[in-house]
């Protein structure tokens, strides 16, 4: 791999964004591109494990200079940005894909389409890299402008009859919390009770992110969201798994959690002596 010289990547990115409209061509420049800051000790033999997809492993510099040159094409015209996003993905290449991701990002959120890729993307994603990209990097713009938008998205990701789909809700969702200028938690707190309340086993992980982000967000509303989710529960399973992940969890949010969780054994506890 070439050591990066700055001024000879601008000009290559620039080279590169005038084949914009003329997908199949931008494709190829840009492996030429790629095969030239490839790490090759990387490349040869098996792909390296942090990716599922076969990859380049170009340094982020060169990624993040072809995507501002594309930032303002994509902007201005988005049935091309989406064609050229068709392609990247296409390719197949982890590089390929993120830049693809990142293309949607910069597409006007009413752009047609453009979250019916978003989802169809993420159900292909097997990379937990690509998968983050595209509910981060992909959403961005409808994140910022139409959050109400996204949160219609997220929705459907909480469908009670596909779980396995969640995880695509809450990743979504956390970078909306993780934004200090949106403060409309009340919807977002409504959309979780079921999730909170029904969470499977396998997505014990995501909850501790999700409920991390909700805290750091407003530790006293999610304190007291989460208190009466788990009190509304039915199934015995919800506070078996927030119990196991409060080690996750951010300290000082620790004893609230784990006083919540005792606090329901000790009713679902009295409830049982009663009946008996």
């Known amino acids: 791999m070439p050591a990066i010289d700055i001024a000879r990547l601008k000009t290559q990115a620039a080279v590169l964004v005038q084949k914009f409209d003329q997908p199949a061509v931008f494709v190829d420049e840009l492996r030429e591109i790629l095969d030239l800051y490839a790490d090759r000790t990387l490349r ?19 990624l993040r200079q072809i995507e501002m040159e594309l930032a303002p094409l994509a902007a201005s015209f ?27 990002g910069k ?45 219609q998205l997220v929705q459907e990701w909480f469908d009670p009859r596909a779980p396995k789909m969640w995880e695509n809700g809450i990743y979504a969702l956390i970078p909306l919390l993780e934004d200090p200028s949106y403060d409309n938690l009340p919807p977002i707190y409504n959309m979780l009770t079921p999730v909170i309340q029904n969470i499977p086993p396998f997505l014990q992980t995501e909850l501790a992110d ?24 039915t199934s015995p399973q919800c506070v078996v798994i927030l119990k196991r992940l409060i080690p996750a969890l951010p300290e000082a949010f620790r004893p609230i959690v784990l006083e919540i969780s005792a606090s329901r054994q000790r009713k679902t506890a009295n409830s049982a002596e009663r009946e008996g």
């Open 44 to 62: 040869v033999g098996i792909a390296a494990p942090a990716t599922v997809l076969p990859a380049y492993r170009v340094p982020q510099a060169v």
């Open 210 to 233: 999700l409920l991390t982000a909700l805290y750091r967000a407003s530790p006293v509303e999610t304190a007291y969201f989460l208190r009466q989710a788990v009190a509304g529960a």
């Open 78 to 104: 988005p049935e091309q940005a989406l064609m050229l996003g068709d392609a990247l993905w296409a390719a197949g290449y982890l590089e390929t894909r993120l830049l693809a991701a990142a293309l949607l």
């Open 107 to 151: 597409i006007h959120p009413n752009a047609p389409q453009l979250t019916e890729r978003v989802k169809e993307w993420v159900s292909q994603a097997r990379d937990k890299q690509l998968r983050n990209a595209l509910l981060n990097n992909g959403l961005a713009r409808l994140r910022r402008e139409m959050p109400e938008r996204l949160l």
